[in-house]
């Protein structure tokens, strides 16, 4: 769960027991607002994700991840449920 402006956004994972050979993985783009966002657009176009499916740019918040982000980048999540052999 996440909060920006006020707003609580939930990331809803899919459910694996929906489709049993589908297992989900879970995406992170960390990067510059525009870095971010290009990335995600770029991914789109290679079909590999729709561009709603991301959440929005989110602050990192401080001291709230192992990762260690620079002053001014975002972050964007993506879970997708990817068929197994």
Do not use: C
Not at 38 to 64: C, D, G, K, M, S
């Amino acid at each position: 769960m996440s909060q920006e402006s006020g707003i609580i956004h939930t990331l809803t994972e899919p459910s694996p027991d929906a489709e049993p050979k589908r297992k989900p993985i879970h995406h992170i783009l960390i990067g510059s607002h525009k870095l971010v966002e290009r990335t995600v657009f770029q991914l789109h176009q290679a079909r590999y994700a729709e561009v709603y499916r991301w959440t929005h740019p989110l602050e990192i918040p401080e001291n709230r991840l192992i990762l260690t982000p620079k002053p001014g980048e975002v972050m964007s999540l993506l879970v997708r449920l990817v068929q197994l052999a």
